[in-house]
Protein backbone atom coordinates (compact mmCIF):
# COMPACT_ATOMS: atom_id res chain seq x y z
CA UNK A 1 0.00 0.00 0.00
CA UNK A 2 1.06 3.08 -0.74
CA UNK A 3 2.64 5.16 2.10
CA UNK A 4 2.63 9.34 2.92
CA UNK A 5 5.23 10.59 5.10
CA UNK A 6 4.96 14.56 5.99
CA UNK A 7 7.55 15.08 8.64
CA UNK A 8 6.81 19.08 9.07
CA UNK A 9 4.21 18.35 12.71
CA UNK A 10 3.81 22.25 12.81
CA UNK A 11 5.06 25.02 11.18
CA UNK A 12 4.32 28.61 11.36
CA UNK A 13 4.82 31.99 9.10
CA UNK A 14 4.40 35.55 8.91
CA UNK A 15 1.29 37.05 7.31
CA UNK A 16 2.01 38.10 3.82
CA UNK A 17 5.22 35.49 3.86
CA UNK A 18 5.85 32.49 1.47
CA UNK A 19 5.78 28.96 3.19
CA UNK A 20 6.45 25.86 2.07
CA UNK A 21 5.02 22.36 3.51
CA UNK A 22 6.55 19.14 2.88
CA UNK A 23 5.60 15.31 1.33
CA UNK A 24 7.03 12.49 0.28
CA UNK A 25 5.42 9.52 -0.93
CA UNK A 26 5.97 5.72 -1.32
CA UNK A 27 4.39 3.74 -4.30
CA UNK A 28 5.03 1.56 -7.33
CA UNK A 29 2.72 2.84 -9.29
CA UNK A 30 3.59 5.10 -12.01
CA UNK A 31 -0.12 6.92 -12.94
CA UNK A 32 -1.65 8.30 -9.58
CA UNK A 33 -2.90 11.50 -8.21
CA UNK A 34 -1.24 13.59 -5.42
CA UNK A 35 -3.48 16.25 -3.27
CA UNK A 36 -3.17 19.12 -1.42
CA UNK A 37 -6.24 19.24 1.19
CA UNK A 38 -6.74 22.02 4.39
CA UNK A 39 -8.33 21.51 7.58
CA UNK A 40 -9.32 24.83 9.30
CA UNK A 41 -11.30 24.63 12.95
CA UNK A 42 -14.40 23.86 11.33
CA UNK A 43 -12.96 20.48 10.86
CA UNK A 44 -13.87 20.42 6.94
CA UNK A 45 -11.60 18.86 4.56
CA UNK A 46 -11.02 21.12 1.98
CA UNK A 47 -9.76 20.32 -1.64
CA UNK A 48 -6.41 23.44 -2.36
CA UNK A 49 -4.59 21.40 -5.64
CA UNK A 50 -4.29 18.50 -6.91
CA UNK A 51 -1.59 17.33 -9.32
CA UNK A 52 -1.80 14.29 -11.88
CA UNK A 53 1.24 12.16 -12.26
CA UNK A 54 1.83 12.23 -16.00
CA UNK A 55 1.72 15.85 -15.95
CA UNK A 56 5.55 17.37 -15.71
CA UNK A 57 3.93 20.76 -15.44
CA UNK A 58 3.24 21.18 -11.49
CA UNK A 59 -0.13 22.49 -10.57
CA UNK A 60 -0.54 25.90 -9.33
CA UNK A 61 -3.99 27.35 -7.66
CA UNK A 62 -3.63 31.34 -7.05
CA UNK A 63 -1.27 31.72 -4.36
CA UNK A 64 -0.83 27.57 -3.48
CA UNK A 65 1.65 26.08 -6.25
CA UNK A 66 3.14 22.69 -5.93
CA UNK A 67 6.77 21.46 -6.50
CA UNK A 68 6.18 17.45 -7.85
CA UNK A 69 9.58 15.89 -7.94
CA UNK A 70 8.27 12.48 -9.46
CA UNK A 71 11.72 10.64 -9.18
CA UNK A 72 12.26 11.61 -5.87
CA UNK A 73 8.87 10.97 -4.55
CA UNK A 74 8.13 14.48 -3.19
CA UNK A 75 5.37 16.76 -3.54
CA UNK A 76 5.84 19.78 -1.86
CA UNK A 77 2.69 23.06 -1.20
CA UNK A 78 3.82 26.29 -1.46
CA UNK A 79 1.62 29.16 -0.32
CA UNK A 80 2.46 32.62 -0.97
CA UNK A 81 1.34 36.09 0.40
CA UNK A 82 0.00 34.20 3.30
CA UNK A 83 -2.87 35.36 4.77
CA UNK A 84 -4.64 34.74 8.48
CA UNK A 85 -7.33 31.97 6.62
CA UNK A 86 -4.33 30.15 5.91
CA UNK A 87 -4.00 28.62 9.35
CA UNK A 88 -5.39 25.34 9.60
CA UNK A 89 -3.99 21.44 9.47
CA UNK A 90 -2.72 20.50 5.97
CA UNK A 91 -3.23 16.76 4.71
CA UNK A 92 -1.11 15.27 1.45
CA UNK A 93 -2.79 12.63 -0.13
CA UNK A 94 -2.20 10.06 -2.54
CA UNK A 95 -5.08 8.47 -4.85
CA UNK A 96 -5.42 5.45 -7.24
CA UNK A 97 -8.23 4.08 -8.46
CA UNK A 98 -10.29 5.01 -5.75
CA UNK A 99 -8.09 4.19 -2.62
CA UNK A 100 -6.65 7.50 -1.22
CA UNK A 101 -4.05 7.94 1.61
CA UNK A 102 -2.95 10.42 3.89
CA UNK A 103 -0.21 12.00 5.82
CA UNK A 104 -0.47 12.94 9.14
CA UNK A 105 -0.87 16.39 8.78
CA UNK A 106 1.13 19.92 8.93
CA UNK A 107 -0.43 22.26 11.38
CA UNK A 108 0.11 25.90 10.23
CA UNK A 109 -0.18 29.15 11.83
CA UNK A 110 -0.24 32.31 10.11
CA UNK A 111 0.91 35.09 12.69
CA UNK A 112 -0.57 38.74 12.08
CA UNK B 1 -26.78 20.47 -4.84
CA UNK B 2 -26.51 19.14 -1.60
CA UNK B 3 -22.34 17.52 -2.23
CA UNK B 4 -21.85 14.84 0.32
CA UNK B 5 -24.66 14.21 3.28
CA UNK B 6 -23.38 12.30 6.44
CA UNK B 7 -26.16 11.49 9.27
CA UNK B 8 -26.23 11.87 11.75
CA UNK B 9 -23.70 14.90 12.75
CA UNK B 10 -23.08 13.46 16.84
CA UNK B 11 -23.88 10.42 18.32
CA UNK B 12 -23.24 8.09 21.45
CA UNK B 13 -22.98 4.54 21.76
CA UNK B 14 -23.06 2.35 24.54
CA UNK B 15 -20.48 -0.54 24.17
CA UNK B 16 -21.66 -3.19 22.25
CA UNK B 17 -24.00 -1.57 20.34
CA UNK B 18 -24.73 -1.47 16.74
CA UNK B 19 -25.31 1.21 14.27
CA UNK B 20 -24.96 2.73 10.62
CA UNK B 21 -23.71 5.98 9.71
CA UNK B 22 -24.84 7.08 6.61
CA UNK B 23 -23.48 8.58 3.72
CA UNK B 24 -25.15 10.02 0.38
CA UNK B 25 -24.29 12.06 -2.54
CA UNK B 26 -25.68 13.82 -5.47
CA UNK B 27 -23.01 14.47 -7.98
CA UNK B 28 -22.95 11.13 -9.11
CA UNK B 29 -19.43 9.81 -8.08
CA UNK B 30 -18.54 6.53 -9.02
CA UNK B 31 -15.90 6.41 -5.97
CA UNK B 32 -16.93 7.00 -2.36
CA UNK B 33 -14.72 6.37 0.96
CA UNK B 34 -15.03 6.42 4.62
CA UNK B 35 -12.54 7.34 6.99
CA UNK B 36 -11.72 8.26 10.65
CA UNK B 37 -10.22 10.90 12.08
CA UNK B 38 -8.10 10.50 15.63
CA UNK B 39 -7.39 13.58 17.54
CA UNK B 40 -4.25 14.86 16.30
CA UNK B 41 -3.76 12.73 13.37
CA UNK B 42 -4.51 12.28 9.64
CA UNK B 43 -7.38 10.17 8.19
CA UNK B 44 -7.24 6.96 7.95
CA UNK B 45 -9.13 4.93 5.12
CA UNK B 46 -12.05 2.25 6.34
CA UNK B 47 -13.34 0.98 3.16
CA UNK B 48 -13.76 2.20 -0.26
CA UNK B 49 -16.00 1.71 -3.33
CA UNK B 50 -15.27 2.38 -7.12
CA UNK B 51 -19.13 2.03 -8.15
CA UNK B 52 -21.99 -0.16 -7.08
CA UNK B 53 -22.04 -3.53 -5.68
CA UNK B 54 -18.23 -3.35 -5.62
CA UNK B 55 -16.20 -2.04 -1.96
CA UNK B 56 -13.09 -2.99 -0.59
CA UNK B 57 -11.27 -2.14 2.56
CA UNK B 58 -8.29 0.04 3.44
CA UNK B 59 -6.28 0.69 6.32
CA UNK B 60 -8.43 -0.08 9.39
CA UNK B 61 -11.17 -1.96 7.80
CA UNK B 62 -11.45 -4.38 11.52
CA UNK B 63 -14.99 -3.74 13.33
CA UNK B 64 -17.14 -2.02 9.88
CA UNK B 65 -19.09 -3.15 7.45
CA UNK B 66 -20.20 -1.42 4.74
CA UNK B 67 -22.24 -1.63 1.36
CA UNK B 68 -22.70 0.10 -1.95
CA UNK B 69 -26.19 -1.32 -3.38
CA UNK B 70 -26.70 2.47 -5.59
CA UNK B 71 -24.33 4.63 -6.58
CA UNK B 72 -25.88 7.36 -4.20
CA UNK B 73 -25.22 5.86 -1.01
CA UNK B 74 -22.29 4.26 0.29
CA UNK B 75 -23.47 3.39 4.54
CA UNK B 76 -21.04 2.25 7.15
CA UNK B 77 -22.19 0.18 9.90
CA UNK B 78 -20.53 -0.78 13.41
CA UNK B 79 -21.18 -4.60 14.56
CA UNK B 80 -20.37 -3.88 17.91
CA UNK B 81 -19.20 -0.70 19.24
CA UNK B 82 -16.30 -0.64 20.81
CA UNK B 83 -14.36 2.50 22.71
CA UNK B 84 -11.71 2.51 20.29
CA UNK B 85 -14.23 3.70 17.96
CA UNK B 86 -14.58 6.92 19.31
CA UNK B 87 -13.28 9.06 16.29
CA UNK B 88 -14.84 11.67 13.68
CA UNK B 89 -15.91 9.92 10.60
CA UNK B 90 -15.76 11.01 7.30
CA UNK B 91 -17.59 9.97 4.18
CA UNK B 92 -16.17 11.11 0.32
CA UNK B 93 -16.89 10.70 -2.99
CA UNK B 94 -15.41 11.52 -6.08
CA UNK B 95 -15.66 11.14 -9.76
CA UNK B 96 -13.62 8.06 -11.52
CA UNK B 97 -11.87 10.32 -13.91
CA UNK B 98 -11.82 13.41 -15.23
CA UNK B 99 -15.25 15.12 -14.04
CA UNK B 100 -17.51 17.11 -16.47
CA UNK B 101 -15.15 20.12 -15.77
CA UNK B 102 -12.07 18.00 -17.08
CA UNK B 103 -10.33 18.96 -13.74
CA UNK B 104 -12.66 17.10 -10.81
CA UNK B 105 -11.11 14.35 -9.80
CA UNK B 106 -10.35 13.90 -6.53
CA UNK B 107 -12.55 13.57 -2.97
CA UNK B 108 -15.10 16.05 -1.81
CA UNK B 109 -15.98 15.45 1.76
CA UNK B 110 -18.78 14.86 4.12
CA UNK B 111 -18.75 17.60 7.43
CA UNK B 112 -18.21 14.45 9.22
CA UNK B 113 -19.89 12.31 12.34
CA UNK B 114 -18.64 12.94 15.95
CA UNK B 115 -19.01 9.17 17.49
CA UNK B 116 -18.49 8.71 20.98
CA UNK B 117 -18.18 4.67 22.58
CA UNK B 118 -19.00 4.62 25.96
Known amino acids: AQTVTQSQPEMSVQEAETVTLSCTYD???????LFWYKQPPSRQMILVIR??????QNATENRFSVNFQKAAKSFSLKISDSQLGDTAMYFC?????????FGAGTRLTVKP | NAGVTQTPKFQVLKTGQSMTLQCAQD?????MSWYRQDPGMGLRLIHY???????DQGEVPNGYNVSRSTTEDFPLRLLSAAPSQTSVYFC?????????????????FGSGTRLTVV
Open chain 1, 51 to 56: QEAYKQ
Open chain 2, 92 to 108: ASSYRGQGASGSDYGYT
Open chain 2, 27 to 31: MNHEY
Open chain 1, 27 to 33: TSESNYY
Open chain 1, 93 to 101: AFMKMGDMR
Open chain 2, 49 to 55: SVGAGIT
